[in-house]
């Protein structure tokens, strides 16, 4: 999953050309292929990314397809409201894409099918990484959605600031000094009073929330009952004690002061994901006027949690009359070896496929981050998300604790039992079957 800052997508359809068989066969799906019948997969998704992937990669390596591929590209903001009302009949797509925060959404609908009955695609799923996996798993055990990308998250942080204030030389230092939430509060107490409060720790309240959604033991919703994790009560004491002690910038989350904080020397570092470091803190190290970069300033440590943050799964249609053709569209984007790993090396981007992270993450000098390895610290992280407590309600649910709870008691607005009642009341509202205490 990838996002720019300062970019809006217009939704666009793409018409991608696949050479086109005159077989007047019957195909697997009962469509007819050939002149009177041209078969099209249709893909709907929220990244341009997919255009990409199909046009340099997917369609060079299988340069005799017998059907033509059309991929939809709407805004992340629009893509929900456009897909759910046709998912389920007989306009709906025959692949969607789902971002991170909404898959388990679609993963739960009953209206993708089960990637395991294709057998190349089944035997292929067991180099994927399992947290992955269980993302794209419902509550019946069938696999349903698959992603081509892995998207843990670290801390990104100036490395001069690292240096100057606290006197450490290397992301080891600074993991073991930021390793637990309190050791992440002193670090922070520290650089603000080493630069007269001049440098904030974080940019705001999601350099938090990510990481300790993750580490949940519960999440928000079992068995249909609303979960308040312990974690929750820490996330909301430490965010107020850090704003109330003026050691977070409080950037509303990728505002222009949030991105802003990536070029000046306001803020000391950021917890990102993997695509974050490409597309977030990398096009927005110089600032706007050209007059500072922080590129190659730039450090990262795994920091208090391990945690994943967005991806993009993609899923086969029940209503798809092209099952197979998508299908295969799905294992080469998802699971195949040779295109997962060139991909890795073209972007950068962390893959899906164990094999080829084992294989590939030994080689890797990122330049912006002063030649450190980040490839393979995130690898390492990999195997330690719990993916369990990722459910259907979490964009929503999410949101609504930010904006109810999360946001208002770290100001100052609310006291603590009234961001937990204003927080359940808004779940209400929003799910009036669930079951809250």
């Excluded at 999953?1 to 666009?12: E, V």
């Excluded at 397809?65 to 797509?93: C, H, M, R, W």
């Excluded at 299908?327 to 195949?336: G, M």
């Amino acid at each position: 999953m990838k996002r720019r800052w300062g970019i809006l997508l217009t939704a666009s359809m793409v018409t991608l050309l696949a050479a086109c068989g005159n077989s007047s066969e019957e195909s697997a799906n009962g469509k007819e292929n050939g002149n009177d019948k041209e078969k099209t997969v249709e893909i709907w998704s929220f990244t341009d990314e997919i255009s990409t992937m199909i046009n340099d990669y997917y369609l060079p390596s299988h340069p005799d397809l017998d059907y033509k591929i059309n991929v939809v590209t709407t805004p992340t903001e629009q893509f929900e409201a456009k897909l759910d009302p046709i998912l389920g009949s007989k306009d709906a797509p025959d692949v969607v894409l789902m971002e991170g925060n909404f898959a388990k959404k679609y993963v739960e609908s009953g209206m993708l099918t089960d990637l395991n009955q294709f057998s190349s695609l089944s035997e292929n799923l067991e180099n994927t990484y399992d947290y992955v996996k269980e993302v794209g798993t419902n509550k019946d055990g069938v696999q349903v959605a698959n992603a081509w990308q892995a998207a843990p998250g670290a801390f990104f942080y100036r490395d001069s600031f690292a240096k100057e204030y606290l006197g450490i030389e290397t992301p080891e230092e600074m993991q073991e000094t930021i390793s637990t939430w309190d050791g992440f509060y002193e670090t922070a107490k520290k650089i603000d009073e080493a630069s007269n409060g001049e440098l904030d720790m974080i940019s705001g309240i999601e350099d938090l929330s990510f990481p300790f959604y993750s580490t949940r033991e519960k999440g928000w919703v079992v068995d249909n009952q609303l979960e308040i994790d312990n974690n929750i009560t820490e996330l909301l004491e430490l965010a107020k004690k850090m704003n109330e002690e003026g050691l977070m910038l409080d950037a509303p989350p990728q505002s222009e002061a949030y991105f802003s904080g990536m070029s000046n020397n306001k803020v000391f570092g950021y917890s990102l994901p993997t695509w974050g470091l490409h597309f977030w803190l990398k096009p927005n190290a110089e600032s706007s006027d050209a007059s500072n970069s922080t590129e190659g300033d730039w450090k990262m440590a795994k920091g208090p949690a391990t945690y994943f943050r967005g991806g993009t799964w993609m899923g086969v249609t029940e209503t798809s009359d092209t099952k197979e053709a998508a299908a295969d569209i799905v294992e080469y984007l998802t699971t195949d070896p040779e295109f997962l790993k060139q991909w890795a090396e073209d972007t950068g981007d962390v893959v899906s496929n164990r094999t080829v992270v084992d294989e590939i993450k030994g080689g890797f000098s990122e330049e912006f981050l002063g030649g450190q390895n980040h490839y393979e610290q995130f690898a390492d992280q990999i195997d330690s998300i719990d993916a369990s407590i990722v459910t259907e309600y979490d964009q929503t649910l999410n949101t609504l604790f930010n904006d109810s709870a999360l946001i208002p008691y770290s100001k100052g607005e609310i006291k603590l039992d009234q961001a937990i009642d204003d927080f359940k009341n808004a779940a209400k509202n929003a799910y009036p079957d669930l079951e809250i205490d």
